[in-house]
């Protein structure tokens, strides 16, 4: 995104593509009631591991719909890879999620894609007092592939 604005959305290797995914405030609404929680709560368990299994898929599924992909198709996929991963498959990807829609990720490397968490103007790490994602998340959370089957 150009300007001084940073990215709210990430691009990850998941299932079987790269896709984009995106929680704008319509999905976050949605996330909230699926997981019956505010938002907050909800980065909060999924960065200390305290989370739950939902917390997890529809942080994906929805981000997925955020990024662009269609209800339906988002759906299918998840369904689709569900009971194939383990949780922490699931959790990697929650987390960058997550991240980028409450930290934003601006590019670091002149725009080739990578990406870092918000920066305060002193240079510090993200000056909120929530959870950090740890510093293995990167833009491309995953690379494994699985085969449709």
Not at 14 to 32: C, G, M, N, Q, S
Not at 82 to 91: A, F, K, R
């Amino acid at each position: 995104m150009a300007g001084p604005y940073r990215s709210c959305e990430v691009e990850l290797t998941f299932a079987d593509a790269d896709y984009t995914f995106k929680l704008p405030l319509i999905r976050i609404a949605e996330l909230e009631e699926k997981c019956k929680a505010p938002i907050g709560t909800i980065w909060k368990r999924v960065l200390t591991g305290e989370y739950h299994a939902i917390d997890l898929i529809e942080t994906v599924r929805l981000g997925l719909i955020g990024g662009g992909m269609t209800a339906q198709d988002a759906r299918n996929l998840i369904d689709r890879y569900c009971d194939q991963w383990p949780l922490e498959e699931w959790h990697t990807h929650a987390v960058a999620i997550l991240s980028a829609c409450v930290i934003g990720f601006e590019p670091t490397d002149g725009g080739t894609g990578d990406s870092a968490p918000k920066k305060d103007a002193a240079g510090m790490t993200d000056s909120s007092t929530s959870p950090q994602p740890s510093p293995s998340v990167s833009k491309k959370a995953s690379a494994r592939k699985t085969s449709k089957t």
